[in-house]
């Protein structure tokens, strides 16, 4: 920042002058008294009463001395100031006219480079002759959990403990740093460097990251990158970047926390991924993903009890294609709500008329089991769908509820009030349950199909253990993935309450449901 030089006026240099200057006066004013003066009237030849007494020419020397000094000490003094105060506020206009450049130049959150300099900046080193630019794409993984869960204010130190990496790790490199928005950061480094030492530098941006955040210790960071260099990779700075996002694109694909090199074969594998999302909202909007439903028995009598949602994309031209295909990705771009919106819209259309013993359990995921709205939402949209709250379930898994417990127990007990059903899904294959399934609203634990041997050999201590734990807690226990009779037999043997499976049934479109709830009670046990 630069800043006007004061004209500077030693203090020693300003009392000689003054001092000068008095004496100048008072030498002029003595020789005026006791000489010129008469002398210029003499020769101006004016009358001259020269009948003073020497002690009146002293008082007027020393009179006029000090008038004369007053006349000049005064307007100095106020000079003075007003150059003080004209030069504090150009130094004031200085210093903002610097941090509002800086403002525009730089992130005011991590103090990087933003985009728009970063561009400037990345234009001007690919025009340096003979020398390779790397570009780098930093996005951050699952950086709204943070926020989410942490609070905003987490999610800034996080932002900013990542732009202290960056600069650490850089610091030997010749290197523009941005972020570039929201949790995604880029930098350029300029030189002769081989592809090796651009990996270890890619190594070590990781490695630092997910060293964690001294400020908020336990929260695991992690970052997936993306690099592509000049020129084999191109040589316009749009190109790079667009190339160093395909790049880190394909990290997130293949399990994030990873770095790659740009290859050509990403471009199409990311307009393939661009154009599949853009159907997947068609998809929602047209309601083309669709309500099947799996049949869930009562044991021991196998009789039908219900039915879970289960979700499938009839796609015009792909076929059927199975939730977990879509459903993470729902979730990824913010549309897992209005797509369980819609498919419970078609499912109460279609499910008004059952009868009234039959439940209907729906998939919640953590996002919206979080969200303080859920339970409102859902009891409007049921009201809304003419359907009854107490044929409804809410089945959600371990992981969703322990990533938020204090919502989620407050949800939880809401939905109990609204009548609503709450399952536990996939029991056994997250974190510990135990103390979840004594601390919250849970009706019902429904035990993962990886838990049932199909040899039947090595599931009963387990089973028979969750079945136990289930009972002392006045819970109701649905075993999923039943595939063969002997098991459905093993699990009546162990007093289990429900069973779902391909021995009952797969999850089938809402025709063939109909006709299967007009067939059971006729003709007792249901099978597949
Ligand atoms: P889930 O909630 O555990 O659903 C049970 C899955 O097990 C279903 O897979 C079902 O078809 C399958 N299954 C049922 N019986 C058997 C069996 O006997 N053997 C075998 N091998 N598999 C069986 P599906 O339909 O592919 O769904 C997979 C997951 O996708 C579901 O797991 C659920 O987590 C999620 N999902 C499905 N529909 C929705 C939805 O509408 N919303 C949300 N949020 N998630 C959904
Ligand atoms: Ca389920
Ligand atoms: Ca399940």
């Known amino acids: 920042m630069s800043v006007i030089p004061t004209p500077h006026l030693e203090r020693s240099n300003l009392y000689a002058l003054l001092a000068f200057y008095l004496l100048s006066i008072f030498f002029l004013a003595v020789a005026w008294e006791f000489k010129l003066e008469a002398t210029v009237m003499w020769v101006l030849n004016l009358p001259y009463d020269g009948d003073f007494e020497t002690s009146e020419r002293w008082r007027f020397v020393l009179t006029s001395t000090g008038f004369a000094v007053f006349a000049m000490v005064m307007p100095f003094v106020l000079l003075k100031r007003l150059i003080a105060r004209l030069h504090l506020s150009y130094n004031n206009l200085v210093q903002a006219q610097a941090y509002s450049d800086s403002l525009a130049r730089h992130d005011p ?30 996005d951050l993984d699952r950086f709204k959990v943070i926020n989410d869960t942490y609070g905003h204010a987490a999610g800034d130190s996080a932002i900013c403990a990542v732009a202290d990496c960056l600069r650490e790790v850089t610091s030997g490199w010749h290197a523009a740093v941005a972020r570039l928005g929201g949790d995604e950061f880029a930098l350029a480094v300029t030189g002769n460097f081989s592809r090796h030492e651009l990996a270890t530098l890619a190594e070590n941006i990781l490695a ?72 997947l909202r068609q998809a929602i909007e047209k309601q083309q993903i669709q309500p099947f439903y799996q049949p869930i028995v009562s044991l021991p009598d196998q009789r039908l009890a219900g039915f879970e949602l289960l979700a499938r994309w009839i796609h015009p031209e792909r076929g059927i294609i199975m939730p977990q295909d879509f459903i993470p990705l729902t979730e990824e771009l913010g549309l897992i709500k209005p797509l369980t919106e819609s498919l419970l819209i078609q ?22 089991i979080e969200s303080s709205e859920f339970p409102q939402w859902l009891e409007q949209i049921t009201r809304q769908g003419n359907f009854p709250l107490a044929q409804l379930e809410v089945e959600v898994t371990e992981n969703a509820l322990i990533a938020n417990m204090g919502s989620a127990r407050m949800n939880l007990e809401r939905l109990r009030e609204m009548g609503v059903g709450v399952a536990l899904d996939d029991f056994g294959t997250g974190y510990s349950g135990l103390y979840h399934l004594t601390q919250l609203a849970i009706d019902k634990i429904k035990i993962d199909r990886s838990f049932f041997d199909t040899s039947l050999k090595n599931q009963s201590d387990m089973v028979k253990a969750v079945l136990a734990l289930g009972k002392s807690l006045h819970m109701q226990i649905t075993a999923e993935g039943v ?21 009952f049934g797969r999850a089938l479109p809402v025709a063939q449901i109909t006709a299967l709830i007009g067939a059971d009670g006729v003709n007792g046990p249901l099978r597949a």
């Not at 290859?263 to 393939?272: I, P, V, Y």
């Not at 359990?361 to 953590?366: E, H, L, R």
């Not at 043997?493 to 391909?502: P, S």
Request: hydrophobic share 40%; net charge negative; glycine share 8%.
């Open 208 to 279: 630092k990251i997910a060293s964690g955040i001294t400020e908020l210790p336990g929260l695991a960071l992690g970052a997936t990158l993306g690099i592509a260099v000049s020129p084999q990779d191109g040589t316009a700075a749009e190109t790079l970047l667009q190339r160093a996002d395909g790049a880190m694109y394909r990290g997130k694909k293949s399990g994030r926390a990873v770095f790659h090199f740009y290859e050509a074969s990403f471009e199409e594998a990311q307009r393939e991924q661009m154009r599949f999302e853009q159907e």
């Open 109 to 138: 959150l991590s103090g990087l480079l933003n985009r728009r300099v970063f561009h400037e900046q990345l234009a001007g080193r690919l025009e340096q002759p003979g020398k390779e630019t790397a570009v780098f794409l930093i």
């Open 347 to 368: 499912a109460f259309a279609q499910a008004r008329e059952w009868p009234r013993a039959l439940t209907l359990a729906i998939n919640v995921t953590s996002s919206m």
């Open 483 to 503: 595939e063969h009779e002997q098991l459905a037999e093993w699990l009546v043997k162990h007093e289990c309450d429900f069973a779902q499976g391909y021995l």
